[in-house]
């Protein structure tokens, strides 16, 4: 691959961010997926330090405060961040990176590495998030609400990425995030 890259890659909870992620790293299994620090609870069948790092709200403040964060956000009542020295050296290392993160973080992204290449996924309809987010069965119905709602806000912002990819049709969304890391000079609808 060469050069060590970043690459963020981000949209509304439910649009499919996760499957497309796992089946672009099988794929690609040189790409380095890094792994998030949260608050919040596993759910069933996440496993520590690989799904992410599960921490207290403490500990996480306590990172945030002493810089090991290259960025974090709150969402739907808890604290996400991404570890920042795992990262840095695998770009050290000339390996690519890639986030899953929430818009707040990819926001900060852009000011820490203004270099990096930010995708945003989009789902084909709001009502068609909202049957993925159900469909899940993972949240309380106030929790759908909030991400939702948050959603709608997330959506405004897709124009602020440098790619933006409709996940309609899986295979063809998964072709566009290859085309846009591979091919960068192609056009991505």
Not at 9 to 23: F, I, N, Y
Not at 98 to 114: C, M, S
Not at 163 to 175: G, P, T
């Amino acid at each position: 691959m060469g050069k060590g890259r970043l690459i963020v890659l981000t949209g509304p909870s439910g649009v499919g961010k996760g499957t497309l992620l796992r089946s672009l790293v099988h794929r690609h299994p040189d790409l380095y997926v890094s792994v998030s620090v949260t608050t919040r609870a596993p759910r069933q069948g996440e496993v520590d330090g690989q799904n992410y790092y599960f921490v207290t709200r403490p500990q996480f403040e306590r990172m945030v405060a002493q810089g090991e964060l290259l960025e974090w956000a709150e969402f739907a009542g808890n604290c996400y961040g991404t570890p920042r020295k795992a990262v840095e050296e695998k770009i050290q290392d000339d390996k690519w990176v890639i986030l899953e993160i929430e818009l707040d973080g990819a926001r900060q992204i852009r000011k820490t590495f203004p270099s990096a290449l930010r995708m945003f996924i989009l789902p084909p309809s709001l009502s068609e998030l909202e049957n993925r987010i159900r469909g899940r069965a993972q949240d309380s119905e106030d929790a759908i609400t909030r991400r939702l709602t948050h959603a709608r806000e997330e959506l405004s912002a897709a124009k602020e990425f440098d790619v933006q990819i409709v996940n309609d049709d899986f295979e063809d969304a998964l072709s566009k995030i290859e085309t846009a890391l591979y091919e960068p000079v192609a056009a991505i609808c």
